[in-house]
């Protein structure tokens, strides 16, 4: 591209950034007066609160003036964080206002019109468009056309139009660093440039470099099923934070960032993509690991993490195994779910509420409230109903309290400042009579003695899902290859787990589903959105709950069925198979991404080889060194090595990774490697990554990519089993820029019994 060229560009992003410059002072003057504004408010409400509540003539007036400043209050922080987001965006575009261009020809306009498209959009004082948020409608041309006709949606409906020229930009510190045009949706120079640079603790949003597969995962709106299939480096995780930027877009009015829940495989992860919806002008969206989920939902019990189960999983033996399958099935929940519907009064496992030591309501007034209800109305109905009936009943009681001596005699003893307080509700305030403001006053101190058997009933404690669980247990059908002693034995290893206050994985969903559906409770109906990241790592009968328990959330499952940690290798037509048959789904819809861009081509194609299906990755065209498998015949030598490949690495790489099958190997080698450089031993509970040394197990290095890996041990006695595969698979394609595999002893036949070629690696081996 000619220098004039260059020159007219960079006058436009000039131009650009001059007004954005001038809207920056202009917003922040705005934004310093709604700041000062709300401060005023604010102390002016907490001056108020300090008005006199005692006095009856002053209640509804009071009340009143409250409530207006309150409602102020509320309207003058909405204007401040209005003005404030607005400040954020036009910083962010700062020094990078925009990243392409798309001249469009409409049908009997004599003249192409220039869009420069951006992370968020901005017009200039007479409301035109100096950039596009990439989200717009129009954007979506700069991401799936080509140049000649094309088409894109819009509210108003399917617009035509003439694609002249497609360009892309690299702009830093307000300076084209590079231009070029191109006819594809991202060129291959510009994600040469993006790929190959160093690594960092945080995720950055990709809106420069969304290929088209990806813009399709984005932009769908129709799916209440969307499962992505993404091969290691694909994007898949980076394309969906953007899908979320867009549907907060694109359904402003009826979606807010609360409305949407991401489950990510551990808070190392939640912190390594923080910051990508805050780049687009977005807040986050709530996140939450799957133990932090069920643990809010069994308190007093510790529930065990997904990495947890991952450590255990190498000690469990073949029965267990196959217990832990069953449990994990759709046909279990179902199981579930048949029980719970074809339970009978006497089945229930209710239990008596005490009241200081004595039955308030015993087991068989619950039994007979329940059995009074109509057969014909579903179980949660008829709990529901029965907890309906037990508040009537507990409300008698403390209507009759009301009149006892020690309840008068307990008024009768409250001071005037005592006897006011009870009349601050709005409620009470219209209480005028003395014998009224009586009866309701005892009332409230009846009330308040029996606060406990509320809350007992209140928090379902008349009845005991744990037992009902192991009711259930007891008598549900098994497999053919799961013998009744082995099964008797894992139920006594849950009553002894419970004794211990915790509970395993496999127990946790289905004893949850159980008790929503006799209870009817556990159901949030305001998550519209719900995304499901390391999907291959859940049961289907965690899915199956998940979507149970948010009705009206639309489902997004992403993940790699190749990087299972828990089990073979799946395909992913096996793994969709099993989905379809357990959710079911008005609008399905699946999306695969077979090209990896994270790591260099030899690494890439070194990984791909270990799968029997790894010819459908296609492999980014980004040059480097040959994977490198380094053999040592005992721990020593081994340790010697990795030091040497530490300090070679560290030359060239802000970090280096030492990935290890489980947590044991990682603090063996922390103990044991002494080196100059910093280094650090990750765990669960960890939530950033530092730079240099890092040493952890698989499991914490879900969803991130380093410089440089480490792939620990890949012998044939470490690595011995089929369904291993998928974790040295997931450790190889970390690596960005270096792989390394260091076995202590022969390499594990994973690796030399795959496709792999002896040209896609080099190999330094040593006995000593």
């Known amino acids: 591209m000619n220098s004039d060229e260059y020159h007219r560009e960079q006058q436009h992003v000039n131009f650009v950034l001059r007004e954005i410059n001038r809207q920056i002072k202009s917003v922040q003057n705005e ?69 392409g261009r798309i001249d469009l020809k409409f049908p009997g306009e004599k003249h192409a019109l220039k869009l420069y498209i951006g992370t968020a959009s901005c017009v200039d004082a007479h409301d035109h468009f100096l950039v596009f948020d990439w989200r717009a409608p129009i954007a979506s041309v700069y991401y799936n056309g080509t140049l000649g006709k094309v088409a894109y949606k819009t509210p108003a409906g399917r617009q035509v139009t003439d694609l002249k020229k497609k360009r892309q930009f690299l702009i830093k510190d307000g300076k084209i660093r590079n231009m070029f045009d191109t006819n594809e949706i991202v060129g291959d120079e510009m994600l040469q440039h993006v790929l190959g640079q160093k690594n960092d603790h945080v995720m950055h949003n990709i809106v420069a470099t969304i290929q088209r597969d990806q813009n399709d995962i984005i932009r769908d709106t129709k799916s209440d099923l969307l499962v992505v299939q993404g091969v290691a480096g694909s994007g898949k995780t980076s394309a969906i934070l953007q899908r979320i930027a867009f549907l907060l877009y694109h359904d402003r009015k009826s979606l807010n960032v609360s409305q949407i829940l991401l489950f990510s495989p551990n808070r190392l992860f939640s912190h390594y993509i923080s910051d990508v919806l805050p780049s687009l002008g977005e807040h986050n969206m709530r996140q939450v690991t799957l133990a932090d989920f069920l643990s809010k939902r069994f308190e007093g019990l510790r529930v065990q993490t997904i990495f947890e189960r991952y450590e255990s999983s190498h000690t469990l033996s073949t029965e267990q195994l196959k217990i832990r399958k069953f449990k994990n099935s759709a046909a279990f929940m179902k199981a579930v779910k048949r029980y ?14 005490l009241y200081n030591g004595r039955i308030f309501f015993g087991k068989e007034t619950i039994k007979l409230l329940y059995e009074s209800q109509p057969a014909a109305v579903k179980p949660a109905d008829r709990f529901l109903n029965v907890k309906n009936d037990l508040i009537t009943m507990l409300k008698n009681r403390i209507d009759a309290e009301a009149d006892t001596k020690p309840i008068q005699k307990r008024v009768d003893n409250l001071t005037s400042d005592q006897y006011n307080e009870f009349f601050t509700t709005t409620h009470a305030k219209d209480i005028q009579s003395m014998s009224g403001q009586r009866h309701y006053i005892a009332y409230r101190i009846a009330k308040n003695h029996l606060a406990r058997v509320y809350n007992a009933i209140f928090n379902n404690e008349f009845f005991d899902p744990y037992i009902q669980y192991q009711d259930f247990l007891k008598q549900v059908k098994l497999p053919n290859d799961i013998s009744k002693a082995a099964w008797e034995k894992s139920i006594k290893e849950f009553s002894h ?12 969903t289905p004893l949850l589903y159980l008790r929503d559906l006799i209870t009817g409770e556990g159901l949030n109906h305001d998550i519209k959105y719900l995304f499901v990241d390391e999907m291959q790592d859940y049961s289907i009968a965690q899915l199956v709950y998940m979507k149970h328990a948010f009705p009206n959330a639309k489902l997004n499952l992403i993940g790699d069925s190749e990087q299972a940690l828990f089990k073979d290798v799946q395909a992913p037509q096996e793994l969709l198979k099993q989905l379809n048959n357990a959710l079911t789904a008005q609008h399905p819809r699946l999306i695969k991404l077979n090209r990896s861009y994270r790591s260099t081509y030899p690494i890439t194609n070194f990984a791909k080889s270990l799968l029997p299906d790894g010819n459908q990755i296609q492999p980014f065209n980004r040059s480097g060194d040959l994977p490198r498998i380094v053999i040592r015949y005992n721990w020593t030598s081994a340790i010697k090595a990795t030091k040497q490949i530490i300090r070679q690495q560290l030359k060239k790489n802000n970090t280096v990774a030492i990935l290890t099958k489980h947590l044991a190997e990682a603090k063996k080698i922390y103990t044991n490697l002494n080196i100059n450089v910093k280094k650090t031993l990750m765990s669960d509970s960890d939530r950033s990554l530092p730079q240099g040394v890092l040493i952890m197990p698989i499991y914490l290095a879900k969803g991130l990519e380093f410089d440089s890996v480490i792939a620990w041990n890949v012998s044939k006695d470490n690595y011995n089993q089929k369904r291993l595969l998928g974790t040295l698979y997931t450790i190889s394609t970390r690596a960005m820029h270096d792989l390394t595999l260091l076995s202590i002893g022969p390499v594990s036949p994973l690796i030399t019994k795959s496709h792999v070629s002896p040209k896609q690696f080099t190999i330094n081996h040593q006995f000593n």
């Open 31 to 99: 934004y310093q007066k709604a700041h000062n504004s709300t401060k005023q408010v604010l102390q002016n409400y907490g001056n108020d609160t300090s008005v006199n509540y005692f006095e009856v003539d002053d209640r509804n007036e009071t009340m009143a003036e409250l409530e207006e400043q309150r409602w102020m209050a509320s309207e003058e922080m909405r204007v401040e964080k209005v003005v404030y987001n607005h400040l954020y965006k036009l910083e962010q575009l700062k020094g990078s206002p925009y990243f």
């Open 340 to 353: 719970c519907r074809s339970l009978k009064a006497d089945q229930f496992a209710f239990s008596q509420i």
């Open 497 to 508: 787990q419970l004794e211990l206050h915790r509970l395993t994985l496999d127990n946790a």
